[in-house]
């Protein structure tokens, strides 16, 4: 005769596999705030870049 298993209650820390559909979808939302941090990083990195060749050639 076997022995029934004890059935254990999923720990709330362990994703399950069907919760994945149930989370929202935030990759937009990062490439968002990548975008909206890198682009004026990536501005102002090359305007650095333009007035510091201005201070040795000129």
């Known amino acids: ?3 029934p298993q ?5 720990s ?3 994703q399950q596999p069907g919760d994945a559909a ?4 935030r990759r937009w939302l990062i490439l968002i ?3 909206w941090v890198g682009l ?3 501005y102002g990195i090359y305007e650095l870049v333009q007035k ?3 201070l040795f050639t000129d």
């Open 12 to 14: 709330p820390a362990v």
């Open 22 to 25: 149930a989370a929202p979808d």
């Open 40 to 42: 004026p990083l990536i």
């Open 6 to 10: 004890p059935e254990s209650a999923p």
């Open 52 to 54: 510091a060749a201005q």
């Open 33 to 35: 705030s990548w975008l």
């Open 1 to 3: 005769m076997p022995t």
